[in-house]
């Protein structure tokens, strides 16, 4: 079966770092196109960030320069790090595949780990 | 790329026939998929690549559409299917709807 387990959320102060993992079964990360996507409590889904199958990574503009992802190939694992979180990061944080085809789809997803960025 | 849905919120019954609308606010061919979303779960691919069924979704959900304007239509409408639909471009840097929420 098919999985994705994130990890990592917590409540952290403004201004504080925190850092995310996906744990992934039954794919492999390292041939994937492997996603963060966030969702605001009430709110809908923004796009976070992805690191492609060649390693190359990219941002949504709310967070270049503050996260970055990576990877771990002997774990099979994404992560996401988080510097100078703010208040409006606060959300649920996915782990997803993205398939290379037309519309490049989200297949998989894992359940989410919440952060919240309060003081 | 913004993507509008509309409406954003609708009521309907069982049996009903719905119909979703999403447009992107430039050209994206048919680089458009549609996602089911329920309270506390994670999105649940429907249709990708505008029209084509994901494997295991029910045959009543089907999608049409290109270059900006889509539509998400519910032929049947089932107690499993009260939910939030987003729609998401993936003709540049991914970007979602705000989403339509199906209620009773």
């Known amino acids: 079966e098919v999985q994705l387990v994130e990890s990592g959320g917590t409540l952290i102060r403004p201004g504080g770092s925190l850092g995310l993992s996906c744990a992934a079964s039954?794919?492999?990360?390292?041939?994937?196109?492997m996603n963060w996507v966030r969702q605001a409590p009430g709110q809908g889904l923004e796009w976070v960030s992805v690191?492609?199958?060649?390693?190359?990574?990219f941002y949504a503009d709310s967070v270049r320069g503050r996260f970055t992802i990576s990877r771990d190939n002997s774990r099979n694992t994404v992560y996401l790090q988080m510097n100078s979180l703010r208040a409006d990061d606060t959300a649920v944080y996915y782990c997803?595949?993205?398939?290379?085809?037309?519309?490049?789809?989200?297949?998989?997803w894992g359940k989410g780990t919440t952060v919240t960025v309060s003081s | 790329i913004q993507m509008t849905q509309s409406p954003s919120s609708l009521s309907a019954s069982l049996g009903d026939r719905v119909i979703l609308t999403c447009r992107a606010s430039?050209?994206?061919?048919?680089?458009l998929n549609w996602y089911q979303q329920k309270p506390g779960k994670p999105p649940k691919l429907l249709i990708y690549a505008a029209s084509s069924l994901q494997s295991g979704v029910p045959s009543r959900f089907s999608g049409s559409g290109s270059g900006t304007d889509f539509t998400l239509t519910i032929s049947s409408l089932q107690p499993e299917d009260f939910a939030t639909y987003f729609c998401q471009q993936g003709y540049s840097a991914p970007t979602f709807g705000g989403g339509t929420k199906v209620e009773i």
């Open positions: 997803a595949r993205r398939l290379y085809m037309t519309g490049e789809p989200m297949d998989i």
């Open positions: 039954g794919l492999t990360v390292s041939n994937n196109y």
């Open positions: 430039q050209t994206i061919s048919t680089h």
């Open positions: 690191i492609y199958d060649d390693g190359a990574t």
